[in-house]
């Protein structure tokens, strides 16, 4: 499985951005996959998840009600719009995948693929 994220760049706070994840490989439609952010010196967080079929999302709670997980498994493509856009969303931006049962889907231990990352930095 290759995971490719794109939508990096430089943006205003309170701006909104979309990030998305394409994946290669292994069937889409039958993954958990999740995004998951690292800033220095914080390690790599959580930030939401989303199962096979897209019914449920799961969120942190810094991102809750300011980010929208998605995803279209006819294109094999995972998203995140991030509206509100935080100084402290800066980060890179990693998309995540499993094909297995594992930890709860906020675990970092609990994926197997990661793409490459993508980084996003907000200013005030």
């Known amino acids: 499985v290759q995971l490719q994220a794109s939508g990096e760049g430089l943006f205003q706070a309170g701006r909104r951005l979309r990030l998305s994840c394409a994946s290669f490989?292994?069937?889409?439609?039958?993954?958990?996959m999740a995004w998951f952010r690292e800033s220095p010196g914080k390690g790599r967080k959580f930030v939401a998840a989303?199962?096979?079929?897209?019914?449920?999302?799961y969120y942190s709670d810094s991102v809750k009600g300011r980010f929208t997980i998605s995803r279209d498994n006819a294109k094999n493509t995972l998203y995140v719009r991030m509206d509100s856009l935080k100084p402290e969303d800066t980060a890179v931006y990693y998309c995540?995948?499993?094909?297995?049962?594992?930890?709860?889907?906020?675990?970092?231990?609990?994926?197997?693929?990661w793409g490459q990352g993508t980084q996003v930095t907000v200013s005030s």
């Open positions: 989303i199962g096979s079929t897209g019914h449920m999302t």
């Open positions: 490989g292994r069937p889409f439609r039958t993954n958990v």
């Open positions: 995540a995948t499993r094909y297995r049962p594992g930890p709860g889907v906020w675990s970092v231990d609990g994926y197997d693929y």
